[in-house]
T-cell receptor
C-alpha cells in the first residue's frame, strides 16, 4: 500500500529552527514535495526533491534519503507567519503526476 | 503564465441535492488535472485525475463523479450529496511533476 507519515502537530519559538520529518512507503517514486497550507487556503509549493541530498531555498531546506524513505523540511529563523500546516507528498509515478499526501503537520510558532 | 480558476469558493448544500464544481486552467495545453478533497484536520485525498479529454480515473469509490468535456475544464459532480461529502475540494493541474492548486471550494452539506 501507500503510506506517508508525518507528525500531527509541532510547536516552536519565533527565531528558532524546526525540522518536520516525513517517512514514506509507496509503490513507486518520482519525487517528494513539501507544501505549505495556511488555514482555509490552498497549498502552496515549497520544495521538490527527487535525488538524495539537501535542497536549500532561503529559510527553507528539504532533505531526501530514498534508501530510507525519509525526508525532512527545515525551517530557519522562524517567523509568526510560518504558522501553518506543512504537507509532505510523494509522486509515485511519472506518467500521471498524481500525489499521495501525508496528513500534514500543523506548526504553531509562538513569540 | 498559467492560472487555475475554481468556483465557487464556498457552498452550502442540503443532503440529497446535486453538486457541480468547475475548474478551468489557462495558459497551458493538455494538462493533467486532479480533484482532491481535504476533510477537516486531514491531508489531501486524491479523488479523480485526468490525463486528457474524456479520460477520467477514479482513485476511491464514492458518491462523486468527474468529467472533462474540454482540454482545460474539469468538473466534479454528484447527483445526491451525503453529509460525508462535506470538505475542502481542491482542483489542481500538473506539469513536470509539480502540482498547482486552485483556491478551493469549501463544501458544507447540511
Amino acid at each position: 500500500g501507500q503510506n506517508i507519515d508525518q507528525p500531527t502537530e509541532m510547536t516552536a519559538t519565533e527565531g528558532a529552527i524546526v525540522q518536520i520529518n516525513c517517512t514514506y512507503q509507496t509503490s513507486g517514486f518520482n519525487g517528494l514535495f513539501w507544501y505549505q497550507q495556511h488555514a482555509g487556503e490552498a497549498p502552496t509549493f515549497l520544495s521538490y526533491n527527487v535525488l538524495d541530498g539537501l535542497e536549500e531555498k532561503g529559510r527553507f531546506s528539504s532533505f531526501l534519503s530514498r534508501s530510507k524513505g525519509y525526508s525532512y523540511l527545515l525551517l530557519k529563523e522562524l517567523q509568526m507567519k510560518d504558522s501553518a500546516s506543512y504537507l509532505c507528498a510523494v509522486s509515485p509515478s511519472s506518467n500521471t503526476g498524481k500525489l499521495i499526501f501525508g496528513q500534514g503537520t500543523t506548526l504553531q510558532v509562538k513569540p | 503564465s498559467q492560472t487555475i480558476h475554481q468556483w465557487p469558493a464556498t457552498l452550502v448544500q442540503p443532503v440529497g441535492s446535486p453538486l457541480s464544481l468547475e475548474c478551468t486552467v489557462e495558459g497551458t495545453s493538455n494538462p493533467n488535472l486532479y480533484w482532491y478533497r481535504q476533510a477537516a484536520g486531514r491531508g489531501l485525498q486524491l479523488l479523480f485525475y485526468s490525463v486528457g479529454i474524456g479520460q477520467i480515473s477514479s482513485e476511491v469509490p464514492q458518491n462523486l463523479s468527474a468529467s472533462r468535456p474540454q482540454d482545460r475544464q474539469f468538473i466534479l459532480s454528484s447527483k445526491k450529496l451525503l453529509l460525508s461529502d462535506s470538505g475542502f475540494y481542491l482542483c489542481a493541474w500538473s506539469y513536470d511533476a509539480e502540482a498547482f492548486f486552485g483556491q478551493g471550494t469549501r463544501l458544507t452539506v447540511v
